[in-house]
Nanobody, 114 residues
Framework: VQLQASGGGLVQAGGSLRLSCAASGIIFSSYVMGWYRQAPGNQRELVAQIGSRGNTNYADFVKGRFTISRDNAKNTVYLVMNSLKPEDTAVYYC?????????WGKGTQVTVSS
């Protein structure tokens, strides 16, 4: 199983980024896909999830700014991040979850400058 995240980078506050996570080795359409983040000194926290039927769940701190989506034909989940804030700076990780199966990608760094 591989989850390859990409799209991170350095952006000014108020800017936007789109993260992508390409999955292989799983029946992608069956999995709940999620984005988590971890800032230095902090625990990893949920950012957003999208179920197999497209139902979504967001952390309160990103509601109205971030949008998660999936393309089952491409085995890819996306996270569009708008109105970025310095406190959004973190390593963002892609997660695939189904029953007892739980997989993580290596993460992509997002840095938001003030």
């Amino acid at each position: 199983v591989q989850l390859q995240a990409s799209g991170g980078g350095l952006v000014q506050a108020g800017g936007s980024l789109r993260l992508s996570c390409a999955a292989s080795g799983i029946i992608f359409s069956s999995y709940v896909m999620g984005w988590y983040r971890q800032a230095p000194g902090n625990q990893r926290e949920l950012v957003a999830q999208i179920g197999s039927r497209g139902n979504t769940n967001y952390a309160d701190f990103v509601k109205g700014r971030f949008t998660i989506s999936r393309d089952n034909a491409k085995n890819t989940v996306y996270l569009v991040m708008n109105s970025l804030k310095p406190e959004d700076t973190a390593v963002y990780y892609c997660n695939a979850h189904w029953g007892y199966a739980d997989y993580w990608g290596k993460g992509t760094q997002v840095t938001v400058s003030s």
